[in-house]
């Protein structure tokens, strides 16, 4: 959600000076992509709504920011205000009578940081005030608008048990080097073994591996963030644990004991249904083995129970 700096201008001190001294003024700090006001009042608390005032940010040109000029102003139809500002910068027309000619940049970017001026020429003496925007980066998936901005990760599983399971990220060509994390659905870090780095030029490619346990969560992010660029990109990915052995023996134990209890034929029937079982789920298992490590862990038992009671 966007947010206004509000200034309570009253309180400020904003250098003002005559001719051509240095007009050192205020700092004002506000985040990407929020809105900002920068200050700008006569001492005198004079009627502005007749006069002349000027804003312009001193580099890269002198760009044009705002002026207003007896009811005049760029965004009543007035030329000259430079593209970078159009339909961002606005005024406070009930503040003129007091002697407030600040404005309000909306949608901020990082390139409206720096230093602007607010001048009334026409005033004797003429007077200047002069203020320093910061717009500091936020943290967003800039992937495909910056170059170098890290790839929405790969994730998966190598390894995966009854109680624990062992994943695996990667992030490739990113630059400049990220920092890659795995986190719990709190967004807590999760330990992790030593990033794998590879570096080809200026690219890096990072793979980080961590162990999770079963929990009452099985919702896990990595993370990737290059603060530098205000850059962060993540993928997550929902652990299936196993199920216990235990469990898994007991859908078809108790039905292999009731043939035996019932009759010497029926034992030896089931008997023959679950050695031809086996034998399927070996084939299946090893297939699965060279399609994907974590599929024979996870979905063995459960294949050899399901054959079990089709057959029985």
């Known amino acids: ?18 001719g051509n001294e240095k007009c050192p003024g205020v700092t004002v700090v506000v985040s990407e992509e929020s809105d900002v006001i920068l200050p700008c009042s006569l001492s005198t608390n004079q009627d502005l709504e007749q006069k ?51 404005i309000i940049i909306r ?10 001026t607010c001048d009334f020429p026409h005033l004797q003496p003429e ?5 320093k925007l910061v717009v500091e980066l936020t943290l967003k998936d800039r992937s495909g608008e910056i170059p170098g901005a890290a790839p929405k990760p790969f994730v998966g599983i190598l390894n ?12 490739r060509g ?5 920092k890659v994390e795995w986190r719990d659905s709190d967004g807590n870090i999760l330990p992790a073994e030593e990033p794998q780095v590879s570096r080809t030029g200026e690219r890096y490619d990072i793979t980080l591996l961590t162990t999770v346990t079963r929990t009452n969560s099985s ?40 043939g035996l209890w019932f009759s010497g034929v029926a034992a030896t029937l089931a008997l023959s249904v679950a050695a031809k079982c086996i034998r399927k ?16 862990a996870c979905n063995g038992d459960a294949s050899l129970t399901d054959c079990l009671t089709s057959q029985l």
């Open 1 to 18: 959600m966007k947010s206004v700096r509000i200034l309570c201008i009253c309180l400020l001190t904003v250098s003002a000076v005559i």
């Open 127 to 131: 007077q200047r005030f002069c203020i």
């Open 281 to 296: 789920h070996k084939k299946a298992s090893q297939r699965n083995q060279r399609d994907d490590p974590s599929k024979e």
């Open 107 to 116: 949608n901020t970017t990082v390139a409206d940081s720096g230093d602007y």
């Open 52 to 102: 002349l005032f000027d804003w312009r940010k001193k580099a890269p040109n002198k760009q044009e920011v705002f002026m207003y000029d007896g009811g005049l102003h760029y965004n009543n139809g007035r030329p000259g205000q430079d593209e970078h500002f159009r339909g961002r910068v606005s005024h406070f027309p009930q503040e003129l009578q007091f002697g407030n000619a600040s």
């Open 219 to 258: 919702l896990f992010h990595c993370v990737a963030t290059q603060e530098e660029m205000g850059h962060v990109t993540r993928d997550q990915i929902d652990v299936r644990y196993c199920e216990k052995t235990s469990e898994v023996k007991s859908r078809y134990g108790v039905g292999v004991l009731i």
């Open 160 to 171: 995966i048990s009854e109680d624990e399971a062992l994943l695996k990220c990667e992030v």
């Open 174 to 178: 990113a630059s400049p080097k990220p």
